[in-house]
């Protein structure tokens, strides 16, 4: 099989986010049941640096790049599924990321390490204070997830999370993108976001287990100069993974990941499918979007279901009704 190209995107208020090797499209469901879909250029700037493409260093560019395309995306979405009356300017959307930032940084940083007063009482040890934090904020974490999951709005996110992740593994199988295809494929996926935060909160553990245990400001501090240390190194696991997902280890590397998303994604209906196929569609290029539809032999056809038992989760994590 062909190498397919390197796509990914995220899910929007009534749609699909999704990032090709050149465009971004946006793929919403408007109110009187068409689909709306976005086109623009992805204008990375480590395309005009290209040292910002360097292992590390890429993963904190595609980051902040995800960041700010997904804010777009989502007030792109709410605009054209009728949800708001007008789309955020450049100061709002700065003001909402700073904000975003700020409380991220207070819930999962500062209010972690600020706990570890009450066990201090009970231990002095750095090593043993940092690895409680990590583990509260991993805790905090879960919580978060498991909270916004309950929610009825989140929920219909979630299916469009699913949408995407089945229709990207649909792509990379060499299938044509068609609901009925993309139905059979699971919905938990190596490269997800998910799986990057998830080993982000690893990671951190990890990094920040052997920084002792200064002032409370100096510790807030570290962890944020470091962040995109983590971030740089969890970046690159995720690739790794996403190219090696066969291998059994790997599987046993990003399972927390994989389960995880079992709260992050739904299973979705098909009109959710069709707003990601032709968010998938939008960012292919022609000479690749004439392979992705032409029409394959019904030997590979018949092997779909065998391709997504390889890259799906081991079958005792699986669900097999969602």
């Given at each position: ?9 995220q ?25 709306d ?45 009728g949800?708001?009356d ?9 003001l ?5 930032v ?7 940083i ?14 002095q040890?750095?090593l ?22 309950s ?23 060499g ?90 994604t ?32 019904d ?11 390889t890259v ?11």
């Open positions: 099989m062909m190498a397919k190209l390197s796509i990914g995107g899910a929007v208020i009534e749609g699909v986010m999704m990032r090709g090797p050149k465009d971004v499209a946006v793929a919403v469901r408007k109110a009187d049941g068409t689909i879909v976005d086109v623009k250029p992805v204008n990375s700037i480590s395309d005009r640096y290209p040292i910002l493409k360097k292992p590390l260093l890429r993963g904190v560019v595609a980051l902040v790049e995800s960041l700010v395309m997904g804010m777009k995306a989502l007030s792109y979405s709410a605009q054209v599924s949800d708001e007008e789309q955020m300017d450049d100061k709002e959307m700065a909402t990321m700073v904000v975003s700020a409380l991220a940084v207070g819930l999962f500062a209010i972690p390490t600020w706990s570890m007063r009450y066990l201090q009482q009970w231990t040890s750095s043993t204070l940092n690895l409680a934090e990590g583990f509260l904020r991993m805790g905090i974490f879960l919580v978060y997830i498991a909270a916004i999951s929610m009825e709005d989140i929920q219909r996110v979630f299916k469009y999370h699913g949408a995407e992740h089945k229709t990207i593994f649909t792509y990379e199988a299938m044509p993108l068609t609901v009925e295809n993309v139905r059979t494929f699971p919905r938990l996926h190596p490269r997800c976001g998910t799986n990057f935060l998830m080993i982000v909160m690893l990671i951190s553990i990890f990094i920040f287990a052997f920084l002792g245990w200064p002032s409370l400001v100096e510790r807030i501090l570290s962890r944020i100069v470091l962040m995109p240390v983590v971030a740089g190194i969890s970046y690159e696991l995720i690739r790794f993974a996403g190219k090696n997902n066969d291998k059994p280890w790997v599987h046993r590397m990003i399972l927390p990941g994989l389960l995880l998303q079992k709260l992050t739904r299973e979705p209906d098909d009109e959710m499918i069709e707003v990601a196929i032709a968010s998938v569609k939008a960012v292919l290029p022609e000479e690749e979007l004439q392979k992705v539809e032409m029409q394959v032999p030997a590979i056809a018949l092997q779909a279901p065998a391709m997504a038992e799906s989760v081991p079958v005792s994590c699986e669900e097999k009704t969602c």
